[in-house]
């Protein structure tokens, strides 16, 4: 997850936001925190697009057809990366179980290979996954993935010496919140993580450091603003949402090139990040 960006997966606001009465009449539903701004949000999703390019990887934007409802645009979520082609998720999210099967669609006509997909009873969301190294995985257990959908998961990889370390994820704000392991975790580059300790489990962060990572805290301050969540672009380049000034000094201070760009209509009214906005399909 911290190798060179080489090709990368973007669902454009214009085609999942469709129009300001699209968004006025469901925003609520698909419980935003407040209604964006459809010509603020397409701007959004081109900037967002042209860092990603200007940065050496190549975008590939899911036509409109794919976009299955307001959260279609955090494509990260219905597909997860497995160590050969890719694994179809089951959603915690009622609204968005239909993702998944469109998602499939597109990875179809693009000829790229699905191993799998998660079936009732099994939940899982790519948001609760974090490769850490190739060997190990850590996979959050709360409202939107269970423990037979990391079962599920562990077949699909079909690699006997992967490892998958559940994470139990505290109720925080309960069922209707979005609380994904990777809102806790975010990999930066070889075993050096960014993390919100305060909500990590005592023995997952003792495991990551017995593992050999380096913890870099969030700043308190900017957790509630996804402050956590970061996406490495590799050797040492990493995109964050930009009102998170602390955690981007704490990154500098750290070695890291930080680059920055405005979600105030993609990334804060649905609380998902850079990493939600993508799904990426080639590293290294």
Known sequence: MTAPLKRVLVAHAKHVFKSQAYLHENWQLYNY??????????RESEH???ILEQNGAQVDVLER???AGMDALYVHDPIVTLPAGFGLCRMGKELRSKEPSAIKEWLDHNQLETKGVISD??????GDVVWL???LAAVGIGYRSNEEGIRQLSTMCNTPSLEIMPV????????????????LISPLADRVLLVYSRLLPVITRQRLLDEGFTLIEVPEAEYHTMGCNVL????????????????????SKNGFQVITYDGSNISHPGEGGPTCLTRPLLRG
């Open 133 to 135: 190294h190739g060997t």
């Open 232 to 251: 490495s672009l590799g050797d040492g380049k990493c995109l964050i949402e930009m009102q998170n000034r602390q955690t981007a000094a704490v990154l």
């Open 121 to 126: 009873p099994g939940k899982l969301e790519g």
């Open 168 to 183: 139990y994820l505290p109720h925080w704000n309960g069922p209707s919140d979005v609380l994904h392991l990777m809102s």
């Open 65 to 67: 057809e794919y976009c």
């Open 33 to 42: 925190k407040f209604e964006p701004d459809f010509d603020q949000a397409c």
């Open 48 to 50: 967002f697009i042209e």
